[in-house]
DNA sequence: TATGAATGAGCATTCATTCAT
DNA sequence: AATGAATGAATGCTCATTCAT
């Protein structure tokens, strides 16, 4: 079927796919841009592309929707997993390893967040947070493994409960600041308090003193 | 406050502010029950008011929602007020008050969860949070200053940041729990964290040894 | 609330009740002269009226379709009621009613037809013929008993069967002549052979002689 | 028929034949199944054939459906004749005749009702009874072929209307009575009363005496 | 003041059909 | 000959809002 060497797909495969990313495109875009005015009809004209074809690719709205979550949260999780094995090859320190992975999530959400903003609300609209909440397990989950194999005695950690709090108070302080103050995202202020959060959860034991150096 | 100095508010007036209530009252039955049928005919008829009337009182479907939220959040405020005052009236250790606040906060949260979620939701897919975000200023101010008026040298506090990152941090965390795995919330673990959580960032000198003990 | 000697309505009910009348109009209009375009919006267009008013005073497509089929079938069971009431005072050889019969059904469902084709082939197309069967089985229960009360000897009659058979063998003549041979429906014979139909079954014993006389 | 004389279609023709067989196939299961979901997508998906091909077949949806309806119509025509011209051959009792075809008649209908009711819905709904009206000419004129060549004085015949008549009462009766009384299909004294009907039509001088004992 | 009839833009979705590959 | 991507008119229906009574 395939050429051997190169699994170059079929002219209409490739038409199809453009179509879908374009589809996937035109959503993203309204979605962080005027997310109340998506509508498939919408979408597709966004698109370049009739309203038939979004349905020959797509059921329905909500599967653009989830298409979406998940590009989104897969994209989120493989870069937090990249940023962790990184970290955590160069540095040992866990004060440290917290510290680059704060500022490194804090540059994530701040990159991403329009999108995070919109798919998360429209989902918690919808009243169906199946996906995300797969989704998230997924991250919560690996990330957990992760800290769990660079584990130190000094770091606070109940594997049923440390990570799921720390990212959804992360979500809630990132989602929360760009809703209302957008400004102080970029603020060093913000990173700081962000690390401190954490560090205060993680690492309960360490003194004040170190801290306040760091700032 | 004012009830002795102004006059009575005249018949239809008082027919007035009922046919307020009433459709506000109908709005959050519907909010909490069947969000995403909020419409302005169906809280008219729930209200058992006409549509007409509901437009003499409130310019439109947003000004329902922005007064829900205006009282809703006053509520709020107004029981942690009473609660801090309450709490620091009876302890003085601080990290007993935190363990005190956070308790209070993580029932307050869940007694409201239906309602923060709906509301919450509408104006972030609205993308209109002008009004949250003053309310919620308005909340992390008086916090602030209660805080402030509480303060022992061992709570960590930069005016500008700590209640801000707590009260987005907690609201994510009740809010995000709530969404994706609602049997957490009465988990005693549950609160125990949030606790954790506060005290390792308000209280971040304090030794792991103390919070294993609590736990 | 109402004035005592003239139930006269309202101005706004007399309006509701002028757009409900409109609204059917326009559906009977298109559903007899073009009824594969039979849409809520055209409906409402050649009403006149908009198509949220269409959807104020009907749930929905079929909504309007039922309230067609009712008056439809309730406007034939009381001319057919008139008409054998009428009969049987005036005739009470069995024959001779049979005959007056036919003839005032064969010109009722003439005068009906497009529209009797048009809502029988929509509900059987939709694959719902309760309301169809609720009001066909009224007229059957009604003619069964008027026909019990002038019951002779000589008329055939299983209560559970005859009048059933009977009915629908009528209107499968009646529509399906129509359909494929519509000038046979003003021929005499016409009328004729479904007398002879009728009389076969309900007077059997009766001799082929007097019959070649009649036609 | 042809088979020895015609050449053998090439391979291509018969690939083309058994495509058409599948679409048709596809679509009378559709259609006998689940009517309303009957669409010219869904057929070529069902019969694992592109919509391309469906369309190179077929000029429309209604050809599809016009060779449907024509190669049923067919089918009953020749089961028909196949019957009564095995009865007539067994049986030179008219009344007996009748009976014994009524019995056919009704085992037919049933086991084609599905089919009949999908089809002429369908043509009905559309107004378009040209292929009907052809093809029932047809099997009327053969019935009625058939019925005069073994006419007895005592079968009541009017070579232009009788069998036409009986035909589309037989039809409205059946289906009639499926849509609205399907478990009396299968209930004996609905054979007993079609036969009473048509006997009564064909035969009208014989006395009911006789009808009670069949009963 | 109160009513509720009326509006119509907008939405999600289906489906017969065409045509480039 | 076969494919299936693409089309877009059409459909049933919702809802915020206006305005005559």
């Given at each position: 079927?395939?050429?051997?060497?190169?699994?170059?797909?079929s002219?209409?495969?490739?038409?199809?796919?453009?179509?879908?990313?374009t589809i996937?495109?035109?959503?993203?875009?309204?979605?962080?841009n005027?997310?109340?005015?998506?509508?498939?009809?919408?979408?597709?004209?966004?698109?370049?592309?009739?309203?038939?074809?979004?349905y020959?690719?797509?059921?329905?709205?909500?599967?653009?929707?989830?298409?979406?979550?998940?590009?989104?949260?897969e994209?989120?999780?493989?870069?937090?997993?990249?940023?962790?094995?990184?970290?955590?090859?160069?540095?040992?320190?866990?004060?440290?390893?917290?510290?680059?992975?704060?500022?490194?999530?804090v540059?994530?959400?701040?990159?991403?967040?329009?999108?995070?903003?919109?798919?998360?609300?429209?989902?918690?609209?919808?009243?169906?947070?199946?996906?995300?909440?797969?989704?998230?397990?997924?991250?919560?989950?690996?990330?957990?493994?992760?800290?769990?194999?660079?584990?130190?005695?000094?770091?606070?950690?109940?594997?049923?409960?440390?990570?799921?709090?720390?990212?959804?108070a992360?979500?809630?302080?990132?989602?929360?600041?760009?809703?209302?103050?957008?400004?102080?995202?970029?603020?060093?202020?913000?990173?700081?308090?962000?690390?401190?959060?954490?560090?205060?959860?993680?690492?309960?034991?360490?003194?004040?003193?170190?801290?306040?150096?760091?700032?």
């Amino acid at each position: 079927m395939k050429k051997l060497l190169k699994p170059r797909k079929s002219a209409s495969q490739d038409r199809s796919q453009s179509t879908i990313e374009t589809i996937l495109a035109a959503a993203a875009r309204i979605l962080t841009n005027d997310p109340d005015r998506l509508s498939t009809n919408r979408i597709a004209e966004r698109a370049g592309v009739s309203i038939g074809s979004l349905y020959q690719y797509f059921p329905g709205k909500e599967a653009i929707l989830s298409e979406l979550v998940k590009r989104f949260i897969e994209g989120e999780l493989s870069a937090i997993e990249r940023s962790l094995a990184e970290s955590a090859e160069q540095e040992s320190d866990p004060e440290r390893l917290i510290e680059k992975f704060a500022e490194f999530i804090v540059q994530l959400k701040i990159k991403n967040l329009k999108m995070e903003r919109a798919l998360f609300s429209y989902f918690v609209h919808l009243g169906d947070m199946e996906l995300f909440r797969k989704l998230d397990d997924q991250v919560i989950n690996r990330i957990t493994l992760i800290l769990e194999s660079r584990r130190t005695p000094e770091i606070h950690y109940d594997p049923e409960w440390t990570v799921f709090l720390l990212f959804h108070a992360i979500r809630g302080v990132v989602i929360g600041t760009s809703l209302q103050r957008p400004d102080r995202l970029s603020d060093p202020a913000f990173k700081r308090e962000l690390v401190m959060l954490m560090k205060g959860y993680l690492l309960p034991g360490k003194s004040r003193l170190t801290r306040s150096l760091e700032a």
